[in-house]
């Protein structure tokens, strides 16, 4: 999939499906060489270094002896962990709001993959923040910011966003040890030109359910693969990262 991507005339760079003056001159330039040689080495490559990782997770989780548990095909607002599971740490990354859409970034190889448009659509409609919220989340960060906004539109994403993430959050914190902690890492981006202080959002809501804030680490972005003349609200995109540590006490 990532070399049919990086071969193709889509730009492979951008989480959007589109055509850019610089992949297609790319592509040009690359019909002119050896592309065959080209396309091999990059799956070779590429299937080696996943072997690396995999073989390194495998002789770690040797030596420590510890039971892996993995699920797939859930709905992590809704699905709750086996309650014999106990864990001393939780660490999660949930979606930055709309910043990063992930069933458009794969909609190409879902096509390869024989999924129809509609099917693409029926998946998209379920993605964080596109689903109905069941429910208000409020914490005084999100008040502000829910009035603050001017459009509809705009609000029903957030409560969306926010009611599904939240939902997740604590399905998984059910299996968190006293005093285990929950480690969350979010991006603060941008809603009509506003920014989204989402862990700050987090803590709130946690803090009023028993969770003790102890950290919040920032790890600025400087390494970002952003498109030049973006024409939206957000051009330069997310300026950093932020890593929020709770505790269960």
């Not at 794969?106 to 999924?115: A, C, I, R, T, V």
């Not at 069941?134 to 994403?157: C, F, G, V």
């Not at 919040?216 to 990262?241: A, V």
Request: with cysteine; charged share 25%; net charge positive.
């Amino acid at each position: 999939m990532k070399a049919s991507k990086q071969f193709s005339y889509a730009e492979h760079k951008a989480p959007k499906l589109f055509k850019s003056k610089t992949k297609l001159a790319e592509m040009e330039s690359l019909l002119q060489q050896d592309w065959k040689e080209a396309l091999d080495n990059l799956i070779y490559d590429t299937a080696f270094d996943i072997y690396g990782r995999a073989k390194l997770l495998a002789r770690t989780i040797g030596q420590q002896g510890h039971k892996t548990v993995f699920y797939g095909g859930i709905d992590s607002s809704n699905f709750v962990l086996n309650s014999g599971i106990k864990a001393k740490a939780i660490i999660t990354s949930p979606p930055y709001l709309q910043a990063q859409e992930y069933i458009r970034t794969s909609k190409l190889e879902l096509y390869w993959l024989g999924h129809t448009e509609e099917e693409i659509k029926k998946i998209s409609k379920m993605e964080i923040p596109y689903r109905k919220a069941e429910s208000a989340i409020n914490t005084p960060t999100l008040d502000l910011l829910h009035q603050t906004l001017t459009r509809d539109d705009l609000r029903a994403m957030l409560d969306s966003y926010f009611y599904h993430t939240i939902r997740a959050l604590e399905n998984s914190a059910q299996s968190l040890e006293q005093n285990g902690y929950l480690c969350v890492f979010v991006g603060n981006p941008k809603i009509d030109g506003i920014e989204v202080e989402t862990w700050r959002i987090v803590s709130e809501y946690f803090g009023q359910r028993g969770f003790e804030f102890l950290h919040i680490y920032e790890d600025q972005i400087k390494n970002r693969q952003l498109f030049r003349n973006r024409k939206n609200k957000n051009p330069e995109g997310m300026k950093s990262e932020f890593l929020l540590v709770m505790k269960k006490s």
